[in-house]
Structures are given as structure tokens and as C-alpha cells.
């Protein structure tokens, strides 16, 4: 019988470690549920490029990509942004720690599963395609972050905001996917929940409060 491997349970401590550590936030955000966005918005990206701009994206595999693009965070940390992209220095020693980290978290599947996840969590082994899409899902979810901060009365994310929108702006060209999902989805996140209601088109227009 194989010995017991740890790999699932480190990976479930995803929903322990918490983003926007120097944030003020009002509601925190675990890399758990921020890397299920960043799968939802991956697999759309890739869906939306390959029906209207000749994409050729394995969808199922970039929202896997997405759902574990974080997971050497596991072992280093959710790395402030200030800090991680502070000179090139500290910013190629974390790359060089991630990668670390995913041969890490590799060990500890067994044997006849590695090379299964290898594709999946080894960052060497994703196309430079995926590795894009993935990082504009990313942008995205973490715009969305600073949306519902800023909708909650929160100033603090504002620097943030302006600069995500930025880093989503840049990835027009080459991924206007990312376009697309800004002008037709990224809108409904500033609705409340009785817009949302409204929008479904349903026979009963009471309140969600009622």
C-alpha cells in the first residue's frame, strides 16, 4: 500500500492564507476563493477568444491552469505586491522561489500521479499563451476586488484599482478577449442583488429583502 500523501491537504490550505495583506479591507479574500475566480474568468477568456477571435485554448485546461496558478503560495506566502515587485532583485528571487515551490508541492504526489500535475503546476511547462490568459484572469479578478471594496465605501484599494485597470488595458491588443469580458460581464459585478434579480427577466419583482 502507498503511504499517505499530503498533496490535497496542502493544497486545501489555500483558504488559510489571505490576500491584500497590507489592505484595509472589508470583507478579506483568501487565495482559495480568489483562485476559483481566476478559473471561472480563465475558462471565459479562453472560450470568448476561441469563438470570436481564432483562439485555440484548451478551456478545461486554463481554468485548471488558473484554479492552481497560486498554489506555490502554499509554501512562500501571498508576497505583498509592493514588496514582490519592489527592484528586479527581490522580484527574479520570488520567481526563482515559486518555482521552488512548485517542484515542492510535485514531491509530494505520489509517484504515478506527477506527471499528471506537472503540466498543471510546473509554471516551465505552460505555453506563454496560457501563462497570459491566465495572468489578464488574474487582473481581472483582482479588479473586481478593488470594485466591491470601492462599492463598499473602501478609498484604500483605489491605487490598486487604477493600476489594474491599467495592467487589463495593456493585454487589449494581443487578448481582446479580455476586452470583451470588461465591456459585457465586468459591469454587473456594481449591480446590487435586486438589479441582478431584475435583469433575469423573473415574473416576481419583489425585493431580495422582502
Not at 486545501?12 to 482559495?32: C, D, K, S
Not at 477571435?53 to 478551456?59: E, M, R, S
Not at 505555453?127 to 479578478?141: N, T, Y
Amino acid at each position: 500500500m502507498s503511504p499517505p500523501s499530503p498533496f490535497f491537504a496542502m493544497l486545501a490550505r489555500m483558504r488559510l492564507i489571505q490576500r491584500w495583506g497590507l489592505m484595509r479591507n472589508t470583507r478579506a479574500e483568501n487565495v482559495q476563493e480568489h483562485s476559483l475566480q481566476v478559473a471561472i474568468i480563465a475558462h471565459a477568456l479562453a472560450l470568448i477568444s476561441n469563438r470570436h477571435h481564432g483562439g485555440a485554448f484548451d478551456a478545461d485546461r486554463v481554468a485548471v491552469l488558473g484554479m492552481l496558478h497560486d498554489a506555490s503560495e502554499i509554501l512562500t506566502g501571498d508576497l505583498p505586491t509592493p514588496v514582490k515587485y519592489g527592484n528586479a532583485a527581490i522580484r527574479e528571487a520570488y520567481k526563482a522561489l515559486e518555482r521552488q515551490a512548485e517542484r515542492r508541492l510535485l514531491e509530494l504526489l505520489p509517484e504515478d500521479l506527477r506527471e499528471d500535475y506537472a503540466p498543471l503546476l510546473d509554471s516551465a511547462r505552460q505555453s506563454p499563451a496560457e501563462q497570459r490568459l491566465v495572468k489578464a484572469a488574474d487582473s481581472l479578478a483582482g479588479y473586481l476586488k478593488c470594485l466591491e471594496e470601492a462599492q463598499a465605501g473602501n478609498r484604500e484599494f483605489r491605487r490598486a484599482e487604477a493600476v489594474l485597470l491599467a495592467k487589463i488595458e495593456s493585454f487589449y491588443p494581443t487578448l481582446p478577449a479580455v476586452r470583451d469580458f470588461m465591456t459585457r460581464y465586468v459591469p454587473a459585478f456594481s449591480l446590487s442583488l435586486d438589479d441582478l434579480s431584475h435583469t433575469l427577466g423573473s415574473d416576481d419583482q419583489t425585493s431580495s429583502a422582502g
